[in-house]
């Protein structure tokens, strides 16, 4: 599968953005699917995740309560929409897919988008 983020962008502090992440093929509700992050020179870092129905989910502690992550499968899309956002949320946010295993580790993921860059103002 094929993922495409997009949504990024330059926001104040207590700002919202969502992120999207298009994905190619047919069995898209087939995946569950991550959200990750990664920070200058930081270590990419999980944030969510989703059942391929979308039925259960999963947040970092860093996000909880700020963060949702949704998915639309007719549009074969995931969604995170991040209110309250603050300077440490700054990163480039990836897409994913949960293939298993610990939710927070990188060896959980199949296939990564190419990333959207968020950037929270002071």
């Known amino acids: 599968v094929q993922l495409q983020a997009s949504g990024g962008g330059l926001v104040q502090a207590g700002g919202s953005l969502r992120l999207s992440c298009a994905a190619s093929g047919r069995t898209f509700s087939s995946y569950d699917m991550s959200w990750f992050r990664q920070a200058p020179g930081k270590e990419r870092e999980f944030v969510a995740v989703?059942?391929?129905?979308?039925?259960?989910?999963y947040y970092a502690d860093s996000v909880k309560g700020r963060v949702t992550i949704s998915r639309d499968n007719a549009k074969n899309t995931v969604y995170l929409q991040m209110n309250s956002l603050k300077p440490e949320d700054t990163a480039v946010y990836y897409c994913?897919?949960?293939?298993?295993?610990?939710?927070?580790?990188?060896?959980?993921?199949?296939?990564w988008g190419q990333g959207t860059q968020v950037t929270v103002s002071s």
């Open positions: 994913a897919t949960y293939i298993g295993g610990s939710y927070y580790s990188t060896g959980s993921v199949g296939s």
């Open positions: 989703i059942t391929g129905s979308g039925g259960k989910t």
